[in-house]
T-cell receptor, first 113, second 111 residues
Framework: AQSVSQHNHHVILSEAASLELGCNYS??????LFWYVQYPGQHLQLLLK??????LVKGIKGFEAEFIKSKFSFNLRKPSVQWSDTAEYFC???????????FGTGTRLLVSP | DVKVTQSSRYLVKRTGEKVFLECVQD?????MFWYRQDPGLGLRLIYF???????EKGDIPEGYSVSREKKERFSLILESASTNQTSMYLC??????????FGPGTRLTVL
């Protein structure tokens, strides 16, 4: 069975600090990986995705993520966070044989000004 | 711009009531999904549909059913609401295994 683990449930940072949110998955086959973000009171929206090719993918608002196949990881990074990055972040995967996403439990990020 | 709309943002129902949550998408997507979102548990898939009149159980289908009579509309039904179904319900649609587009959610409280 596929699963996604996000070990950091709550993260508190000051503005301008660097961010790295962990995401590990378990599945031996080919996967597509996603990070979604949910800003307070807003829809869940796609931040970035990895299907194939360059394992370092760039998303919106200065976020990036690195796919490391040997570690089954897809960590999200941002060099300098802003107060507006306060949100809940979800890592997800889809087995290329199926249409359904499997989500991690989410990480709540609070950025203090 | 893809738009996924849900019939209600907030809903309060009583135990035992039949509850309908409606979802409509305007992008002619084949796939539609219903999730529930609970703190510390992330999003869990209830049901999904690949096509009209097609439905597949997700990870937590117990106590729920769905209906997809038209391509753009996917309904979630709680046959007899219970307090443990108090949650945020999210609908999503997608064309392929690519990005899913989410609605704003319905926060359901069952008293």
């Amino acid at each position: 069975a596929q699963s996604v683990s996000q070990h950091n449930h709550h993260v508190i940072l000051s503005e301008a600090a660097s961010l790295e949110l962990g995401c590990n998955y378990s599945y031996g086959g080919t996967v597509n990986l996603f990070w979604y973000v949910q800003y307070p009171g807003q829809h869940l929206q796609l931040l970035l995705k990895y299907f194939s090719g360059d394992p370092l993918v760039k998303g919106i608002k200065g976020f990036e993520a690195e796919f490391i196949k040997s570690k089954f990881s897809f960590n999200l990074r941002k060099p300098s966070v802003q107060w507006s990055d306060t949100a809940e972040y979800f890592c997800a995967l889809v087995n290329t044989g199926f249409q359904k996403l499997v989500f991690g439990t989410g990480t709540r990020l609070l950025v203090s000004p | 711009d893809v738009k996924v709309t849900q019939s209600s943002r907030y809903l309060v129902k009583r135990t035992g009531e039949k509850v309908f949550l409606e979802c409509v998408q305007d992008m002619d997507h084949e796939n539609m999904f219903w999730y529930r979102q609970d703190p510390g548990l992330g999003l869990r898939l209830i049901y999904f549909s690949y096509d009209v009149k097609m439905k597949e159980k997700g990870d937590i289908p117990e106590g729920y059913s769905v209906s997809r009579e038209k391509k753009e509309r996917f309904s979630l039904i709680l046959e007899s609401a219970s307090t443990n179904q108090t949650s945020m319900y999210l609908c999503a649609s997608s064309f392929t295994v690519d990005e899913q587009f989410f609605g704003p959610g319905t926060r359901l409280t069952v008293l």
